[in-house]
């Protein structure tokens, strides 16, 4: 069995900062992809940030690049995103996800095995 937990969520103003993190246990995630999604109200999950097992390779989706940054800790088990300069359309419940084996692209929700329950963002302007 894996958990997911986010953490970090909250109200913030339009152009401050939120960290999220995202706790994993229950299993070894060596060799693991892990993920950030956002789903806003009435709208489909949507990829915000995907980050390989070594750091090395990190994506981020157009809305938000040169805003957010994902990050890891293999020793504690964790994935961060740091959001910067927020803007009311970042507001959303956020998720992180783990891809175990699946050679899907990382963008791609279907590649993704456990989630998290999600932690709110919301930005007001």
């Known amino acids: 069995q894996v958990q997911l937990v986010e953490s970090g969520g909250g109200l913030v103003q339009a152009g401050g900062s939120l960290r999220l993190s995202c706790a994993a246990s229950?299993?070894?995630?060596?060799?693991?992809?892990m993920g950030w999604f956002r789903q806003a109200p009435g709208k489909e999950r949507e990829f915000v940030a995907a980050?390989?097992?070594?750091?090395?390779?990190?994506s981020h989706a157009a809305s938000v690049k040169g805003r957010f940054t994902i990050s890891r800790d293999n020793a504690k088990s964790t994935v961060s995103l740091q959001m910067n300069s927020l803007r009311p359309e970042d507001t959303a419940v956020y998720y992180c996800?783990?891809?175990?084996?699946?050679?899907?692209?990382?963008?791609?929700?279907?590649?993704?095995?456990?989630w998290g329950r999600g932690t709110q963002v919301t930005v007001s302007s």
């Open positions: 996800a783990v891809r175990l084996t699946s050679q899907l692209p990382l963008g791609t929700e279907r590649a993704y095995d456990y």
């Open positions: 229950g299993r070894t995630f060596s060799g693991t992809a």
């Open positions: 980050i390989s097992w070594s750091g090395a390779m990190t």
